[in-house]
């Protein structure tokens, strides 16, 4: 039960209402789960807030408000098929009317719907905080998380076209928590690769990206890269399968999206702009 519940209007009035003794909320999918890691009895409100709920687009970024839901997300023309197919690994209905783009960057999950597939496409924030405003990559906000930690996320950016993606969810049942959530993106010649390993942490796969991009790569060369990688911790778990299994499905995984990929940039006559 809440304490003390304050709806914000504007993004100004959230940020002024954000105390050390209250958090904010969105949907309130996490902050109201029980076992959440969020414990807090005092909330400010995002939902009332228009402006973060604009999903627009110049053509070639689109710009989507950070309250906006799952659900309404999916049902915007302006979303790409890219980040639909992460939206939809959500797979309760309930779950997806409530919880916001923005709740789930915030939370940052090693088994995350969507950091793997904001990373793979180098979405950015939009960030507000007492001391002003600033932008910054999904990547830089996860890898940093301590410095933007109670900053309101006011938007999400992230390509409109231009971009090759694929991505990946293991789980024991569309309901279940994943075991990986994987995602790998082809845009100006580059790849980028981002991982979501359950119990282990969120990587970015820069090395493979790297050796994919300068030489093309069999599946085993991918399976046996992504064995040998050191930083990509994981141990035997009852739930979720043995380290080793873990990290063949990791290699398969970018091995079956680069497959993916190459075969999509060959249809398109070698060049993605
Ligand atoms: C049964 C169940 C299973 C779940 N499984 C998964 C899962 O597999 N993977 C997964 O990623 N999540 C999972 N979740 C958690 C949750 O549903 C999602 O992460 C959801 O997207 C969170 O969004 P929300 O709007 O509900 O966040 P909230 O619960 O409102 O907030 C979550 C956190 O984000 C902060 N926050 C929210 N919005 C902003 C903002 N705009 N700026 C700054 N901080 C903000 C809040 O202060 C809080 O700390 C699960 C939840 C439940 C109940």
């Known amino acids: ?81 890219y980040l639909k197919e992460a939206l939809l690994f959500m797979a309760s209905r309930t779950r997806r009317n409530m919880a916001t783009i923005g709740g789930n960057i915030a939370v940052c999950r090693d088994d995350s719907f969507l950091i793997p597939t904001l990373i793979a496409v180098s979405a950015s924030l939009r960030l507000s905080g007492p001391q002003g405003s600033c932008a910054v990559t ?66 970015m796969a820069d090395d493979l990206a790297n050796e994919l991009g300068s030489r093309g790569m069999s599946e085993d060369e991918i399976v046996e890269f992504v064995k040998q990688k050191k930083d990509i911790h994981l141990e035997d778990d009852l739930i979720y399968g043995s380290a080793a299994y873990r990290s063949y499905l990791t290699g398969i995984s970018f091995a079956l999206m680069y497959a993916e990929i190459n075969s999509e940039i060959n249809k398109e006559g070698g060049s993605v702009r």
Do not use: W
């Open 138 to 203: 999904v990547r830089d906000y996860v890898t940093e998380k301590g410095k933007y930690e109670d900053m309101l996320i006011i938007s999400v950016s992230f390509p409109a076209e231009g971009v090759i993606v694929r991505s990946y969810r293991s789980a024991n049942t569309a309901q279940s928590h994943a075991r990986l959530t994987a995602s790998l993106a082809f845009a100006d010649g580059k790849y980028t690769a981002c991982a979501a390993v359950k119990n282990s942490g969120i990587y």
């Open 1 to 81: 039960m809440a304490d003390k519940f304050i709806i914000a209007g504007t993004p100004e009035e959230a940020v002024g209402s954000k105390s050390k003794d209250n958090v904010y909320m969105a949907g309130g999918t996490e902050v109201m789960r029980l076992g959440s890691s969020v414990s807090a009895d005092s909330f400010v409100s995002l939902r009332r807030i228009p402006e973060m709920h604009i999903i627009e687009t110049d053509g070639n970024t689109v710009s989507a408000g950070a309250s906006c839901t799952f659900q309404e997300l999916l049902q915007s023309d302006l979303i790409p098929g």
